[in-house]
């Protein structure tokens, strides 16, 4: 019995020194070693009741603090003109290791559990941080109104990018990289025309670096390289522990009285790895100033549609006539009747009389004359010109073509269906 009791207080006094913050804020751990310290007392061992020290035990409430996140409704954002690229990854890296640092155990473990961040505000509180750094870049590319100075701010972030792998912060060099890669951005044609082939080569290298195939491979092995501070792409490695606790039972036995030591294993080497960054600070002197003003600017809130909509604002897209046309004319006769053009008109809201389109009053409408009369409405209507649209989410299983831009569609694709026989497939390509 006593040998047994020498054990259990010194398995305890270990764990309390070694992880202080996990017996601090659950109260689930405390309560075993309380009642472990009262019957040590009741049995006579004082000696051995002082080394479960709970006043040794420092307070870590203040990770648990959040500060409150209010969705601000803005079209503005702060802009960094006066920051070089270096300065800026410096201080997105100093607010993201902080942030990772309120990480606790248990919040993996949650994770883990439940796979998501349901009741888990501070992991949660990170991974919007990382969508938010996303966002804010698309908007600051997007805030400029010449495609010359929005290819200037692509530049500038893809330095910001380059500047965040010399840091070894592959966290956010992911949110960078895929705030640039997001359809916001990728679809601005004559704003990519401006951004030069060494930053475009540079952009791609960094791509392949981050990319997920073959399971982060490439990543992998440049963060396996690393030494010193470096900030691990937290969505990979969370990846891997739902998949060691999915693939490995917890028992070695049907009885369910050996633990699985392979699986406790594999799981505490991904934990440890974690622990130990949380443990290595970034060299960075942060400016308080300049981390509130950042601040400020990452919590201006955009949905993602109000972005792609400014997008659209600044390089709208190209209306594809021929398509148009085709689905008019549903005979293929390369004319549009009056049947065939009041068939479809209501999906399209600012669509004229047929006689408007029909200039020659031939009682039909030729492709010419519909292209005419779509180039002069489109550019009255301030690039509006457009389908009346009911979308319902698709998911598509194999590469499809869009039909009116003939591009492949991307993860947003939509499908556009209507009362009459006709099905469109529109995409934010176009």
Same mark, same amino acid.
């Given at each position: 019995?006593?040998?047994?009791?020498?054990?259990?207080?010194?398995?305890?006094?270990?764990?309390?020194?070694?992880?202080?913050?996990?017996?601090?804020?659950?109260?689930?751990?405390?309560?075993?070693?309380?009642?472990?310290?009262?019957?040590?007392?009741?049995?006579?061992?004082?000696?051995?009741?002082?080394?479960?020290?709970?006043?040794?035990?420092?307070?870590?409430?203040?990770?648990?603090?959040?500060?409150? $996140?209010?969705?601000?409704?803005? !079209?503005?954002?702060?802009? %960094?003109?006066?920051? *070089?690229?270096?300065?800026?990854? =410096?201080? &997105?890296?100093?607010?993201?290791?902080?942030?990772?640092?309120?990480?606790?155990?248990?919040?993996?473990?949650?994770?883990?559990?439940?796979?998501?961040?349901?009741?888990?505000?501070?992991?949660?509180?990170?991974?919007?941080?990382?969508?938010?750094?996303?966002?804010?870049?698309?908007?600051?590319?997007?805030?400029?109104?010449?495609?010359?100075?929005?290819?200037?701010?692509?530049?500038?972030?893809?330095?910001?990018?380059?500047?965040?792998?010399?840091?070894?912060?592959?966290?956010?060099?992911?949110?960078?990289?895929?705030?640039?890669?997001? $359809?916001?951005?990728?679809?601005? !044609?004559?704003?990519?025309? %401006?951004?030069?082939? *060494?930053?475009?080569?540079?952009? =791609?290298? &960094?791509?392949?670096?981050?990319?997920?195939?073959?399971?982060?491979?490439?990543?992998?092995?440049?963060?396996?390289?690393?030494?010193?501070?470096?900030?691990?792409?937290?969505?990979?490695?969370?990846?891997?522990?739902?998949?060691?606790?999915?693939?490995?039972?917890?028992?070695?036995?049907?009885?369910?009285?050996?633990?699985?030591?392979?699986?406790?294993?594999?799981?505490?080497?991904?934990?440890?790895?974690?622990?130990?960054?949380?443990?290595?600070?970034?060299?960075?002197?942060?400016?308080?100033?300049?981390?509130?003003?950042?601040?400020? $600017?990452?919590?201006?809130?955009?949905?993602?549609?109000?972005?792609?909509?400014?997008?659209?604002?600044?390089?709208?897209?190209?209306?594809?006539?021929?398509?148009?046309?085709?689905?008019?004319?549903?005979?293929?006769?390369?004319?549009?009747?009056?049947?065939?053009?009041?068939?479809?008109?209501?999906?399209?809201?600012?669509?004229?009389?047929?006689?408007?389109?029909?200039?020659?009053?031939?009682?039909?409408?030729?492709?010419?004359?519909?292209?005419?009369?779509?180039?002069?409405?489109?550019?009255?209507?301030?690039?509006?010109?457009?389908?009346?649209?009911?979308?319902?989410?698709?998911?598509?299983?194999?590469?499809?073509?869009?039909?009116?831009?003939?591009?492949?569609?991307?993860?947003?694709?939509?499908?556009?269906?209507?009362?009459?026989?006709?099905?469109?497939?529109?995409?934010?390509?176009?």
């Amino acid at each position: 019995m006593t040998n047994n009791l020498v054990i259990k207080v010194t398995e305890k006094r270990y764990w309390m020194s070694e992880f202080p913050a996990e017996f601090d804020l659950n109260p689930e751990l405390v309560e075993p070693i309380r009642c472990l310290k009262e019957l040590l007392v009741q049995n006579g061992d004082v000696r051995r009741s002082l080394l479960i020290d709970f006043d040794s035990v420092p307070s870590y409430e203040w990770k648990r603090q959040l500060t409150s $996140s209010v969705q601000k409704k803005s !079209k503005t954002s702060l802009l %960094f003109d006066h920051l *070089d690229s270096s300065t800026l990854a =410096e201080h &997105l890296t100093y607010m993201e290791y902080k942030s990772f640092c309120k990480i606790l155990f248990q919040d993996y473990h949650s994770f883990v559990m439940q796979g998501c961040t349901v009741d888990n505000p501070i992991l949660e509180r990170f991974i919007t941080l990382f969508n938010r750094v996303s966002q804010w870049i698309q908007m600051m590319v997007l805030s400029k109104p010449t495609a010359q100075q929005r290819a200037t701010v692509i530049g500038e972030f893809i330095k910001v990018a380059q500047r965040l792998l010399e840091l070894q912060n592959f966290n956010t060099l992911m949110a960078v990289v895929g705030g640039l890669s997001n $359809s916001s951005i990728s679809r601005l !044609k004559e704003t990519q025309a %401006f951004v030069s082939s *060494d930053a475009r080569k540079e952009f =791609e290298k &960094l791509i392949e670096l981050i990319t997920s195939s073959a399971n982060y491979s490439h990543y992998r092995q440049r963060f396996s390289e690393c030494t010193g501070f470096r900030f691990p792409i937290l969505g990979v490695h969370l990846k891997d522990l739902i998949a060691v606790h999915v693939a490995l039972p917890d028992w070695a036995d049907q009885e369910k009285t050996r633990v699985n030591l392979i699986k406790t294993q594999q799981l505490y080497t991904i934990l440890q790895e974690l622990a130990m960054i949380q443990a290595t600070p970034p060299k960075i002197d942060a400016n308080p100033d300049l981390l509130n003003l950042l601040i400020v $600017s990452l919590d201006q809130y955009h949905t993602e549609e109000e972005i792609y909509q400014l997008s659209l604002q600044r390089e709208p897209r190209s209306l594809k006539l021929s398509s148009v046309f085709k689905n008019f004319d549903t005979d293929g006769d390369d004319y549009i009747t009056q049947e065939e053009f009041e068939s479809i008109r209501s999906n399209f809201p600012y669509l004229s009389k047929f006689d408007d389109l029909d200039h020659n009053q031939d009682g039909r409408i030729s492709r010419e004359e519909m292209i005419e009369y779509f180039a002069k409405a489109n550019s009255m209507l301030n690039c509006k010109m457009g389908f009346v649209h009911t979308f319902s989410a698709t998911s598509c299983f194999k590469p499809t073509v869009c039909q009116h831009c003939s591009g492949i569609v991307s993860m947003r694709t939509h499908t556009h269906t209507h009362t009459h026989t006709h099905t469109f497939l529109i995409c934010q390509l176009c």
